[in-house]
Nanobody, 118 residues
């Protein structure tokens, strides 16, 4: 069975940093694209960052320059380093994986709460 388990969420003051991770099991990690989404209360889920299998990364305009996505294929883990956090970054952050050759093979984590105080 495929499992995505996020961890590292918590409470941080504005301007601070936080790193969250997603441990993936049940798939061949290296042949999947990885991404992070987030969803604030009453808002639509939005794409935050993507680390494609080929090594390219993409970020939403709202986090570009502050967040960094990375992956460790040996550990089957994807990370999101969040710096210069703002209250508007407060959301549940979800890990997402998608097979590069078959986009119907995709999975979501349960999410981890990130709260940024003002």
């Amino acid at each position: 069975q495929v499992q995505l388990v996020e961890s590292g969420g918590g409470l941080v003051q504005a301007g601070g940093s936080l790193s969250i991770s997603c441990a993936v099991s049940g798939i061949i990690f290296s042949i999947y694209d990885m991404g992070w989404y987030r969803q604030a209360p009453g808002k639509q889920r939005e794409l935050v960052a993507v680390f494609a299998n080929g090594g390219s990364t993409m970020y939403s305009d709202s986090v570009k320059g502050r967040f960094t996505i990375s992956r460790d294929n040996a550990k089957n883990t994807v990370y999101l380093q969040m710096n210069s956090l703002k209250p508007e970054d407060t959301a549940v952050y979800f890990c997402y994986v998608r097979k590069i050759t078959d986009w119907s093979r995709n999975y979501w984590g349960q999410g981890t709460q990130v709260t940024v105080s003002s």
